[in-house]
């Protein structure tokens, strides 16, 4: 399975981005699709998730901000950033995790259920 990120780059504070994640080697429809990202410095944390029934659960700081999606039809997941601000520059990873049976959104959360993971792409907001 192979997944490229992109979209990202430079963006001022209170701006709008979206990042895609191109899926293939697997039915992109039954995998379930996470977000993560890493600051300068600091662990790899859990950003948003799709589930493969479109159910989509969010880091709390995301809410309302972020939005995850899927189109099944291009393989493609997607994260659109509203009303970005310094703290959520990092470089955003996507991956998939091939069972997507009775997951919960605690194991959504977790950086070491997914399977297969993206090379990342930096989002860099200035202030």
């Known amino acids: 399975v192979q997944l490229q990120a992109s979209g990202g780059g430079l963006v001022q504070a209170g701006d709008y981005a979206q990042l895609s994640c191109a899926v293939s080697?697997?039915?992109?429809?039954?995998?379930?699709v996470g977000w993560f990202r890493q600051a300068p410095g600091k662990e790899r944390v859990f950003v948003a998730a799709?589930?493969?029934?479109?159910?989509?659960v969010y880091r709390d700081s995301v809410k309302g901000r972020f939005t995850i999606s899927r189109d099944n039809s291009k393989n493609t997941a997607y994260l659109e950033m509203n009303s970005l601000n310094p703290e959520d520059m990092a470089v955003y990873y996507c991956?998939?995790?091939?069972?997507?049976?009775?997951?919960?959104?605690?194991?959504?959360?977790?950086?070491?259920?997914?399977?297969?993971w993206g090379q990342g792409t930096l989002v860099t907001v200035s202030s």
């Open positions: 991956a998939v995790r091939t069972n997507s049976k009775f997951l919960n959104s605690d194991i959504l959360r977790y950086r070491h259920s997914y399977d297969y």
């Open positions: 080697g697997r039915t992109f429809s039954s995998l379930t």
């Open positions: 799709v589930r493969t029934t479109g159910a989509t």
